[in-house]
């Protein structure tokens, strides 16, 4: 088994990233230790390196948008730079160590020109579905003030060019890169979980022993939105395109 893989974990945020990292971890991939908590919206946690997280954040800031931006097309300044590398080289002789954070989507040319023995876990989710479920996290975090106010269509609006602007990005990325980009649908492991792990042990050799994920899976929080009208078309068809690129 090759002993010093690296793997950067990602995805639009509300993609199933938390549950599926916390289950990779118990598969065997090293997600570090300085991880951020669980919130009331994520009670089991988030399973995000803090390190990375506010490194991603600070860019982010640096650039003046949010979390939920639709550009990938951001500036990178040297401080930020710096940062990356000392923490590679921080982490670099760990076995199989890895770093999960959605905001890594907006990143992944540059993380991989640091660093070329990276590979990349993509997780994908619905747009609808992605949506939705930020709405609901933003609701439930808001006092009542605010939801008295709240413009949800325009969120929801902002959420879905997020979730494109994020997945357009790991389509492009997967394009370039096929052989180390391995994408996971996230209902796939409701009943596909040991063919993921199998996959990924095939793929890139890796030294992982699969691990029940029932126990870890809350149905009520990954659902699939049914709506009778689709969303815009675009939407459909870049995670239609990203679903080809599964291996298992």
């Known amino acids: 088994m090759i002993k010093d893989n690296a793997i950067i974990i990602t995805g639009m945020h ?11 971890s118990y598969c ?6 300085n991880l951020l908590h669980g919130t009331s919206t994520n009670p089991d946690g988030h399973f995000e390196d803090l390190e990375v ?17 639709s550009s990938s ?11 990356a590398i000392d923490y590679i080289n ?23 020109s640091l660093y070329p023995g990276f590979k990349f876990i993509f997780i994908i989710r619905d747009c609808e579905s992605v949506a939705r479920s930020l709405l609901n996290r933003e609701l439930l975090n808001s006092g009542w003030l605010k939801k008295i106010s709240f413009n949800k269509k325009q969120y929801l609006h902002s959420a879905m060019d997020s979730w494109y602007g994020y997945n357009r990005s790991i389509f492009n990325f997967i394009r370039k890169y096929p052989e180390d980009s391995f994408v996971i649908n996230c209902y796939d492991v409701f009943d596909s979980a040991d063919l993921i792990v199998k996959s990924l042990i095939d793929r890139w050799f890796l030294d992982l022993q699969y691990h029940d ?4 899976i809350r149905k009520d929080k990954l659902v699939m939105s049914n709506a ?17 690129y599964r291996t298992y």
């Open 14 to 24: 509300r993609s199933g990233t938390s549950l599926i990292t916390r289950w990779l």
């Open 28 to 33: 065997g991939i090293n997600i570090g230790t």
């Open 53 to 69: 997280l506010k490194l991603h954040e600070s860019i982010l800031q640096y650039n003046g948008v949010d979390y939920l931006t």
């Open 73 to 83: 097309d951001l500036n990178i300044n040297e401080v930020h730079e710096q940062l």
């Open 90 to 112: 921080n982490r670099i002789g760990e076995k199989l160590w890895s770093f999960k954070d959605p905001r890594a989507s907006l990143f992944l040319d540059w993380w991989k």
């Open 213 to 216: 994920i029932g126990s870890m």
């Open 228 to 244: 009778e009208n689709s969303i815009l078309q675009k939407y459909d068809e870049l995670h239609s395109a990203l679903n080809t």
